[in-house]
């Protein structure tokens, strides 16, 4: 009896780690089954990055608008009056809290 048991023993083991790695490449972090959470996070990602490149062009082209070769005299006049604090007299001047 134990003779033919040794027999199966390595087919044995061999099933058995067949069905665990099969259990994991199913239902592991990067398996079959979690496909989905990838995709949505692969999206969250992307929108994340468009957001971002949109927002850089826009502050690439406001640093372009402040260099001394081509200023900007309205986006010039609207820092001068952020950063100093001025207003133009015949603005309207709503002052919010600190």
């Given at each position: ?62 640093a372009r608008l402040l260099r001394d070769e ?29």
């Open positions: 009896m134990l003779q033919t048991l040794r027999t199966y023993w390595t087919t044995a083991a061999l099933c058995l780690l067949i069905l665990y790695f099969g259990f994991h490449a199913l239902t592991g972090d990067r398996g079959i089954l979690s496909t989905g959470e990838r995709d949505q996070a692969l999206m969250d990602r992307q929108a994340e990055l468009a957001a971002l490149t949109r927002n850089r062009t826009e502050l690439e082209t406001r081509s200023i900007s005299a309205d986006l010039l006049d609207e820092r001068a009056r952020a950063l100093l604090g001025f207003a133009d007299p015949r603005d309207y001047v709503i002052r919010v809290g600190p």
